[in-house]
């Protein structure tokens, strides 16, 4: 019979236990080596996914495991993208274009996904930004397009999703939104204001709909590299005169990081938010952005 171990082991000893220990819980956990993140066979709609953020946060939820539905405008794009995430992840992807500010085309869309696929667990809500300008050339009309393409969106794609994840007691709604909505960005007047009544919206609706097991959060990238980004340092340039590796420079000084993010970096943070294991985050707004806002909160 096994001797018992003594009550005086040695540091090594005792670490050697613990490590054991640690690794017997994340075993019951499923971990073995890495985090599951419990996403596999959940469904999720990501929109704007054929190019940027969405694109990585669709590809990333579809490594995890997910079943993934995306949407876009443009047809070929779409096809493009969904081609390529179905040969990095070996998943089928959906795709189906259309324009995210069309109530009727976003209810067709998610009411053809729960066909597809038998249920729907997490909705990624995204769009393009509306274009940098001043407020004294800020006419009316752009105003009610940024509210279209940003609140109204979150809208159309929050009523068609949360009646369903509320019927199965589980559902992720997490809206891509902007470090703006925690420290404004000069020339963006339209994200700065209408990305913040998103936020609003994100957090009455997770309050409402917490007691179902559904979580809403918002991300809020800071400044990552992608075409947007390319897009809003040319019209910056053509501004003031800058180079446009000027303006990226400047960008980086202001970062704490010193360095730009990456679309991978703010999409592995969207697959932990509609992972089981963040079942108690809600009503958050994370900022992706190196350390760019300097809030307390």
Sequence with gaps: MPSRPSGKQNPSTRLALTLARILREDCQFGLRGEMDLGLNG??????AASKGLGKEVAKELAREGAQVAICA?????????AAYIQKATGREVFHQALDVTDSAAV???VATVEARFGHL????TNSGGPPSNSFKNTKPEDWRSAVDLLLMSTVFFARET???????????????????????????????SVRAAVTGLARTLANEY??????????????TRTARLDDLAST???????????????WEREIPARRLGTPQEFAAVVAFLASERASYITGTSIAVDGGLVRSLL
């Design 42 to 47: 959940r469904v999720a709609i990501v929109a």
């Design 73 to 81: 405008r443009t047809s070929s794009t779409l096809a493009e993208t």
């Design 107 to 109: 209810g067709s869309f």
């Design 121 to 124: 667990d997490i909705c990624v």
């Design 162 to 192: 949360l009646p369903r994840m509320q019927k199965n007691k589980w559902g992720r709604l997490i809206t891509v939104t902007s470090s703006a909505v925690k420290q404004p960005v000069d020339g963006l007047l339209l994200s700065n």
């Design 210 to 223: 917490a007691a179902d097991g559904i979580t809403v959060n918002n991300v809020c990238p800071g400044y």
């Design 236 to 250: 910056i340039s053509a501004r003031t005169g800058a180079k446009p590796e000027e303006v990226f420079a400047g």
